[in-house]
Structures are given as C-alpha cells and as structure tokens.
C-alpha cells in the first residue's frame, strides 16, 4: 500500500501546473529546508551557510558567505531540490540587513550540478537593488548577465521553459511580469532549483529571506499559442554585459542610437518610434504617408535627417525615402523598386542601398539629394548590407557569392571587393563602431538559409584596429533569440563602447502576464 506521502507526492505532480508546497504533516520531515531536499555550500566558502525554514510563516532566512558567484565559478549557501522538465520558482525577496558588501546576492537558481563551475541561470537581487538574470552556458565558461530596468523588485521569478529560462519581476504580493532573458541554457536530465545566497565577501556571511515560495512544475507542452515579446538590449563591448532598455509584447525591431546618444529609433507596425534613454515610453515620429516603414532605417550624419525605406506607396515594393528627425513628408530618393536603405556616407552626401533589378539583389549608391542610381555589386547570388567605414574608405556589407553569407568590403566605387575573413557560418549586417575600431555583425548556424525571425543566433565582434595585435580577432559578444530585426541597421553608441540589438521571447500564455 503507498503511503500518505506517496499519494500526495503522486497528486501533486500529476497536474498541469502543479505548485509543490510542503503540508503540515511533513513538515517536521523537511522542517529545515522546507520544500526542498537538501541545502549545502557550493564552490569554496570560509564560513558554512545555513537554512532556516519557519513552518509558521512558510519563509526562509539563508546565510550564505562566498567570495562571488559570477566568472568561471561560484562560492554560496543553495538550498535545493532535484527536478526536470519545465518549472518555475517564485518568492518575495529581502535582504536581513542593509549592510555589507552592495553586491551580495540573493537568487532564484536553476543549476545542472552542485560543482562551482556548473552550467547555471539565476534571476538576483543585488543590495545595489541592482536586478538581472545571470548564467554560464558552459561548464566552466565565463558568467554573463542580463541587468534589468526594474530596480529593487520585491518579487522575482526563473522559470524552464523546454531549452530556455527568462526572468520575471514584480511587486510583493503581485504577479511578476515578463522582464527579459529567453536563453538557451544546456540543462539536461535532471538539474537542481532553489535558493541561493552569497555574500561577496569571503569574509563575513550574510542573511535573505525568501517568502512566498511557490516552485511549481509544468506537465506537458501548454496548447496556448506563445506570446512573442521584443526586448530592445544594450551590450557593453568591453565585459559583453547586456542591459534591458525596453521590453514589450509584439514585434519591434532594428534599433538605431541617436548621434548624441541621447535615444533610440526603431520600427514597430510600420512606424518609426523615437524612445528616450531610460524611458519606459516610446513616442511614434510623423512619417506622413509613409505608414509602413520596415527595419531599414537610419541616421544622417549631421542628426537632421532619417533614411527610411517604405512600401505604402505605388507598387508597395519598399523605396528610400528621407525625413527630418523631428517628422514631417517624406521625400522620395529612390525611383525604383525593391530599394533597402543600409549606409550613409560619412559626409552626409551618398546613400548606400540594396535593391532588387532584374531578380538579383546587389548593392547600389545614389546621392542624398536623389538622381540616378550607381550599380556596386554585379556578383552572382544576395549581397545586402551596405554600410561606410567611418573614414569613408570603406563599404563593408555581406555577400553569399562563396556559396554562404560571409563579410567582404570594397572602395565606395564597388571596386577592390574582398571578403574581411571566412568561416563555415552565416554572417550578417556588419556594423563598424564610429572610432573605427571594431566591427559586430550577426552570425546565424551554418544551415540557415537567409536571414529568418525567431533562431538561436549570436552578435559577433572582430578587431579591427592595425595597432591591435589582436587585428581580425572574432569574439563572441551576446548569444540570444532573434535574428530578423535584431540588428539590421547601424546601432552603436557614439562612444563605440556599446551595440544595442533586439531579442526576442516566446512565452507559453500560462506565465506571459504583462510587461514594462
């Protein structure tokens, strides 16, 4: 016969979404570490960590020490709980003390193994009220973040999701909201989920309370169709940390950063929306007639004017057309049709496009005041992408002549065409940062045809300094979910420190709630 235990255990786990809470007759059993198994130190601490689980008040207080979890290994006190499959771990979060060092960290963690330099992601609380979800995708790797632009969450959420987790945040009491991530992290078969706490200091241990636990696992695949968010991201060149600028449900795309670096442009349903740095409330510009803008877009040189390319009008086959930064009619520059505006040149005086005559798609300079169109590109198979070289030397753009999509560069005259470097991927939308140095472009997995929506992709960042002895060195700079519309257009900061980009998420209707 099974025992009573059993049958809940069995009950619980049955339903689609089931929320695993400790009942009154097990809680002597578990009475410290309260819903889950075990708890221990991972990584090397000087001073053991400990859980405290109240039955009465279902919290629980965690001391932890631990010099950091972050870099290539961890040093913290876990409480956990062995699962797999899809699951998602909820608390209030609360430091004991206002002291200490302001990186401590208190985290909800879903981690493959108890090894320090385990593959994990986390969603944490900083004392700085700092809060991102961090993760190693390698055993051994190096930690990656993404920060958040909420500020001192009361309530925090990790949840699985098949390959991804994301991270959702909200109000004590309230239900979180999507807050950003979907990241594929390498969890297989089963992998530890709890609680987390390190003191960033090696030398003192220090206390959260975790409340209102909730760790629920999801059953089966929900039939709801996923609701498609759009995070539009910055990334830091120097550490490849990634920060939230603005998330929301839908497609956004293409991010532009305006000259004074003092916001953003992007596409969204067939606009050009302006949103401020550290603002929550993008403003759409006045394009007049021009009411279905797609994400081949850009800023003059001088700030006066926006290149946009739209396909309201004619045909409906997309045209360049310019428009003053502020808004206002549009004036066409383009006659023929497909035209894709990608470039500007540094003087502000020629346009670098990409557009389709006679089936082939090539890359074509026209002057910023209109007249005829000047052919560039005349090889066999796409080339798309133009984009100058800060000191106008150069027009670098991405071409599948070699039979896959790599980076080449020529003379703005289309002569003296070379490939920049060559591998077995597919590589997109090279973008060179304005103090020259450095090119980031997108790279797709070696059998993606085209550049689709919705994949596994990765902005890559190669070196292109001569006095750099690190000259064509490629690095890994962010790997996320997008590809169409992360990073078609140029994006840099002005201070070529950091690359903004858009990813995407598709999160299953039954946790998708709302977003800021």
């Known amino acids: 016969m099974l025992s009573l235990r059993a049958l809940v255990t069995i009950a619980l786990m049955s339903s689609t979404a089931a929320v695993i809470a400790t009942p009154a007759w097990a809680q002597g059993v578990a009475a410290e570490a309260g819903i889950f198994e075990g708890h221990s130190d991972v990584g090397t601490v000087l001073h053991a960590g400990s859980v405290d689980y109240d039955a009465s008040k279902q919290t629980y207080t965690i001391s932890g020490s631990g010099e950091n979890m972050w870099f290539a290994s961890d040093a913290f006190q876990f409480a956990w709980k062995k699962m797999s499959g899809d699951v998602t771990l909820t608390a209030d979060i609360s430091f004991l003390t206002a002291t200490g060092n302001e990186h401590k960290k208190a985290a909800l963690m879903i981690r493959q193994s ?103 696992q999801r059953a089966g695949v929900g039939s709801g169709k996923p609701t498609l968010y759009s995070t539009l991201e910055t990334v830091a060149i120097d550490s490849a940390d990634r920060r939230v600028a603005y998330l929301a449900p839908g497609r956004l795309e293409a991010p532009n950063w305006m000259r004074d670096g003092s916001a953003f442009l992007f596409n969204r349903d067939g606009h050009i929306e302006r949103l401020t740095v550290g603002s929550y409330k993008p403003v759409i510009i006045d394009t007049d007639f021009a009411t279905r803008c797609n994400n081949d877009h850009g800023i003059s040189p001088d700030a006066s004017q926006i290149a946009i390319s739209d396909n309201s009008q004619g045909d409906h086959n997309s045209r360049v057309y310019l428009v003053p930064t502020t808004g206002g009619t549009p004036h066409r520059i383009t006659e023929k049709s497909p035209s894709y505006w990608h470039g500007w040149s540094p003087d502000g005086k020629t ?78 939308f090279p973008h060179i940062s304005p103090d020259g140095r450095w090119m980031v472009f997108l790279t797709y997995a070696a059998d993606v045809t085209g550049h689709p929506e919705n994949k596994d992709v990765t902005l890559r960042l190669m070196s292109l300094s001569d006095s750099n002895a690190n000259d064509k060195k490629i690095t890994v700079l962010a790997k996320l979910f997008g590809g169409q519309g992360t990073i078609n257009v140029p994006s840099w900061s002005p201070d070529s420190k950091q690359v903004a980009f858009v990813s995407y998420m598709l999160v299953p209707e039954e946790s998708a709630g709302k977003s800021r």
Request: a negative charge; aromatic letters at 10%.
């Open 351 to 428: 346009l670098a496009f990409v557009g389709q005559r006679n089936g082939d798609f090539d890359i074509y300079a026209i002057a910023a005041a209109g007249g005829e169109e000047t052919r560039l590109t005349n090889a066999k198979g796409l080339d798309d992408g133009p984009e100058y070289s800060p000191d106008g030397k150069y027009i670098y753009f991405n071409s599948e002549r070699t039979g896959h999509m790599q980076i080449w560069r020529m003379k703005p005259d289309g002569s003296e065409q070379e490939q920049v470097f060559s591998d077995d991927l597919n590589n997109w």
């Open 114 to 216: 108890l090894d320090a330099d385990s593959v994990y992601a986390d969603v944490v609380l900083h004392a700085s009220r700092l809060t991102s979800l961090q993760f190693r995708d390698e055993k051994g790797a190096i930690t990656r973040e993404i920060q958040s632009n909420v500020s001192a969450p009361k309530r925090l959420r990790i949840a699985k999701r098949g390959d991804y987790v994301y991270m959702s945040l909200g109000a004590s009491g309230g239900e979180p909201t999507v807050a950003g991530g979907w990241l594929r992290i390498p969890l297989q078969g089963e992998f530890y989920v709890g609680l987390g706490v390190c003191s960033h200091d090696k030398d003192v241990a220090e206390k959260a309370i975790f409340s209102n636990v909730e760790l629920t």
